[in-house]
């Protein structure tokens, strides 16, 4: 089936670098990982993605797969963060102390989230519809919320898992 004009998109481009961009900015807060060591490290994370989504990315179906595309850290390091930081020689240790000990990002079809910790509010960093992007990359909803530790009621979300 050909892509046509304003149809839903197969790339997912905008959001693995939302998704990179992300995991990026929090490794650079901590002031631990040099520039250089920063793009190394998105570049592996997004050829990483790119290669894990490749068979698991359904426009038409945005949360089919939800749960396979889902980055997770929670008491276990996500093995493709791990990989991705072992290019610039980020120990599993290291990690868990520049990154918060409970992250949930799920990369969906136009829309990218994520969740510090299990009971902290799900903020938006990318959103598009199916024929233009509604907003770019970047802690758009929730700036530095970690940073304040602001934590409020979670929102019910169903995560979809197919096999």
């Known amino acids: 089936q050909s892509q046509r004009r ?9 959001e693995i670098a939302a998704a990179v ?3 990026s900015s929090l490794l650079r807060t901590r002031g631990c990982v040099s520039e250089q060591q920063l793009q190394v490290f998105s570049g592996a994370l997004r050829e990483a993605l790119a290669e894990h989504y490749k068979h698991h990315w359904f426009p038409e179906k ?30 599993i240790p290291q990690l868990y102390q520049l990154l918060p000990s409970e992250l949930t990002l799920w990369v969906d079809p136009y829309e990218v989230s994520y969740r510090i910790g299990e ?7 990318y959103e598009a519809t199916a024929t233009k992007p509604v907003s770019s990359y970047g802690m758009l909803t929730c700036k530095n919320q970690m940073m304040l530790g602001r934590t409020s009621p979670s929102k019910n979300y169903i995560m979809t898992v197919s096999s």
Do not use: E, T
Not at 6 to 14: E, H, K, L, S
Not at 62 to 78: A, E, T, W
């Open 6 to 14: 304003g149809g839903p998109r197969a790339d997912m481009v905008p």
């Open 21 to 23: 961009g992300f995991v």
């Open 62 to 91: 945005p949360f089919k797969g939800s749960g396979y595309r889902c980055i997770r850290i929670n008491h276990k390091m996500d093995p493709i963060i791990s990989k991705a930081a072992s290019q610039i020689g980020l120990s």
């Open 119 to 125: 009971d902290g509010s799900i903020c938006v960093l």
